[in-house]
C-alpha cells in the first residue's frame, strides 16, 4: 500500500514566494521533490503540511 499524500505550503523567506504542492511522507519527511526557489534560495524556507 503507497503512502497516503498531504498537501505541503512552502514559502520562501527570502523573497516570500509561496509554493503548493503535494508530497509524500517518508520517514518522518515529506518528499515533494521540490529543490529551490524562483530566487534560487535552496535552504531558508517555513514549511506547513496539511492532510489532504
Known amino acids: 500500500m503507497s503512502t497516503p499524500r498531504i498537501k505541503v505550503i512552502i ?3 527570502r523573497c516570500g514566494e ?3 504542492l503535494r508530497g509524500r511522507k517518508d520517514r518522518g519527511r515529506v ?3 521540490f529543490k529551490q526557489c524562483l530566487c534560487s534560495n535552496d535552504a531558508d524556507f ?3 503540511e496539511e492532510p489532504t
Request: aromatic share 8%; net charge negative.
Open 46 to 48: 517555513e514549511i506547513e
Open 11 to 13: 514559502r520562501c523567506n
Open 31 to 33: 518528499d515533494t521533490g
Open 18 to 20: 509561496k509554493f503548493t
